[in-house]
């Protein structure tokens, strides 16, 4: 098959939206179908639900791509179409683990904020924080953006045992963000290497995609390949 004949389906995490991908999706668009999966950030069964149902709608073989939480969603999908998982600075829990397990499996990096439910159950993230942990390499036009467009996730998403992952079954890649003040990046080589995963190691922040597109575009491409 070709490259464009492929659909590359995009996961954005908590605190985020499918904006944070605006900088991978031309480059991509070249070469696969471009999706940018809307995730409700209700529970983690409303989040998988979200997204197979996207994965139905897109047109070829697909490749997950997914950031920070959104790791844990992508393993969930059992779709035949899907033939790899791509991990951004991303949460992979294993099978009876839940997302908080391995959120907070590493002491909380000096500067990443203390996050606790509002008077709703939802869990927003500090305007302030999104310069100090989130993007800490972004411009100040992107950090804008980023606490304009975020979306709180519920405790729902984030504390429940999650089923056999679709990374022991399927090629991954995990791109390990070495400055990442929110998911430490020994955190992340711990979670890739228990993948068995393709690692690729930058000094980059939590949110590569804004701030190092070009490095999540050659992963992404990476596994495009793979599945050719």
Known sequence: MSGREASVILVHGAWADGS??????????????????????????????????????????????????????????????????????????????????????TEPHPQAPKLTPDDHGLIHFPRPAFAEAFAQNAR?????????????ISPACITVPVGRPAWKDLPTWYLVAEQDRMISGDNQRFMAERMKARLRVHPVDHTPQVTAPSLVLTVVHEALDHIK
């Open 20 to 105: 944070s991908w605006g900088k991978v999706i031309p480059p991509l668009a070249d070469k696969a179908e471009v999706i940018a999966a809307p995730l409700p950030l209700t529970s983690y069964q409303d989040d998988v639900a979200a997204l197979e149902r996207t994965v139905e709608r897109a047109s070829g073989p697909v490749v997950l791509v997914g950031h920070a939480y959104a790791g844990a969603v992508i393993a969930a999908i059992r779709s035949d179409r899907v033939k790899a998982l791509v991990y951004v600075a991303a949460l992979a829990p294993d099978e009876g683990e839940t997302v908080a397990d391995v959120f907070y499996r």
């Open 140 to 152: 100040a036009d992107e950090l804008a953006v980023l606490a304009a467009v975020q979306r709180p």
